[in-house]
């Protein structure tokens, strides 16, 4: 069972930008499949999360909640085993705790994906 583990979050002026990364123990190659999920505040942990975007196995595909289209840039670095997460522009409902997910098969929008990271805190001052 891979196991990942998220960096990068903090705390952020609107308009700001953060970048997420999203190590893995294993290599990314295995999983053709890989998402960033967030989790608003007052959600109970590990549910209610929502998909943010994917990208799949070779990094060609992407697929962006329409929340985050035009702000946010995922990229996967498989020789480094690392995903990364761009968030530009943030405004103060980004504000969630942020992870990494990865699966085998297509790219899903539904959080069903087999492993998860520990997540990290964005928040998005006004």
């Known amino acids: 069972q891979v196991q990942l583990v998220e960096s990068g979050g903090g705390l952020v002026q609107a308009g700001g930008s953060l970048r997420l990364s999203c190590a893995a123990s294993v290599r990314t190659s295995s999983y053709t499949a890989m998402a960033w999920f967030r989790q608003a505040p007052g959600k109970e942990p590990g549910k209610e999360r929502e998909?943010?975007?994917?990208?799949?196995?070779?990094?060609?595909?992407?697929y962006y909640a329409d929340s985050v289209k035009g702000r946010f840039t995922i990229s996967r670095d498989s020789a480094e085993d690392t995903l990364y997460l761009q968030m530009n522009s943030l405004i103060p409902e980004d504000t969630a705790v942020y992870y990494c997910a990865a699966r085998t098969g297509p790219v899903v929008m539904r959080d069903e994906y087999t492993a998860w990271g520990q997540g990290t805190q964005v928040t998005v001052s006004s």
């Open positions: 998909f943010v975007v994917g990208i799949n196995w070779n990094g060609i595909h992407t």
